[in-house]
Each structure stands twice: as C-alpha cells, then as structure tokens.
C-alpha cells in the first residue's frame, strides 16, 4: 500500500501499437508522461521480409535503449493477403489501408484484453500520409466492441512528424519511404505488376 503522504502516482498501462521505430519515438515520450507504456509490434502488412525485419530491429532497439516493454506478434503475411486480395488497385488511403488499419488495431485490441491493459492505441496516426480520422473511428469501434479504451490521437499535430524525425535521425535509425505493404511500394516506386 502507498502511503497518502507520497507522491508517487499510479500510472494506468497502455498498450501502444508500432509500425516502426520511427513512428514510435515521439508518441512514445508524449505517452510515457502520464501512461505506462508497452510497445506493440504487429505488421503482417509490411512486405518484403527484409524491410519487416529491418523494422523491428529498430523497433527492439528503442525497446531495449529506453526500457520500453515490448510484444512481438506473430507475422500473419498470408492473413493480411487474404483480406486484402481484391484490394490491390486501391490507392494509397483507400479502402485497402482502412482493412489493414482494422486488422492490425483488432488484434492490439485482442493483446490489451489478454494483459489486462484497458488502454490501446496506435503510432499510425502520426504519419502525413494517414487519415487519422479514419485511424480513430476504426479504434474507437474496436474498443466499444471489447470494452476496452482507444486512446484517440493526431500525433502528426504540433510538429509531432518532425519531431519524431528528428529523434530518429539522432538515433541513426533509417526511415522507410513507404507505408510497407508491396501495394505501397509499387505505388511509390510506380512499379508495374
């Protein structure tokens, strides 16, 4: 038991879903002020194997420099083709992206439930390329199903991108130059099928 004259406060957990180190940094220190935060990684969507497994070395990077708790999921690739299949001409935010959101925010969701985390969230939302509207409604959907809280977020606002920018830059993490799946990819290098 705390005494009541100490100060200490009890922080309530979270489970913080990563797509990469980059994106994690800036959400994590915003988020470590007031929540006990536990890192998430669960990127079936991230093609080729190389660039999943250059991601989450970063991401076991900051995990171990920061003492930042970490989950590993399982790299579920044929799970996330097969919801995506007839999604491949959809552009960059589209539908395809929304299918991807949801399968990935349902299965931190699920993890959350597991651990006893009530609170569940997503770096997603600081990227300039994503909709974090969109990222909110399908989390906030999530989480009224579970019963659990989504942590409703604009990580991109007050300069958030590039401060998370700069952190990774300081730690001499590369940044990819794409979302991560192959659909992104083609796109952004406009390579042909």
């Known amino acids: 038991m705390i005494p009541a004259n100490n100060n200490y406060k009890l922080k309530p957990k979270f489970l913080l879903h990563v797509c990469c180190a980059t994106c994690a940094l800036h959400p994590y220190f915003l988020l470590s002020k007031d929540f006990i935060v536990t890192l998430y990684f669960y990127n079936p969507n ?30 579920e690739i044929k799970k996330w083709f097969e919801l995506t299949k007839n999604l491949k001409e959809e552009p960059e935010g589209g539908t395809r992206c929304s299918v991807c959101f949801k399968m990935r925010l349902e299965k931190t969701a699920t993890a959350a439930k597991k651990l006893n985390i009530d609170l569940f969230g997503t770096t997603l939302t600081i990227s300039p390329h994503k909709n974090y509207s969109t990222i909110n409604s399908i989390g906030k959907t999530i989480a009224d199903d579970k019963k659990l809280t989504f942590y409703e977020s604009n ?39």
């Not at 080729?48 to 999921?73: A, W």
């Not at 001499?172 to 099928?193: A, K, T, V």
Request: with cysteine; glycine share 2%.
């Open 46 to 75: 991230i093609h080729p194997k190389k660039e999943y497994n250059r991601r989450l070395k970063d991401v076991r990077m900051i995990s171990k420099k920061y003492h930042i708790p970490l989950i590993i999921d399982k790299y």
């Open 155 to 193: 990580f991109k606002k007050k300069d958030g991108f590039k401060k998370t920018i700069q952190l990774s830059n300081k730690l001499h993490i590369s940044r990819q130059n794409y979302c991560g799946c192959i659909y992104s990819m083609r796109e952004r290098f406009n390579i042909s099928n």
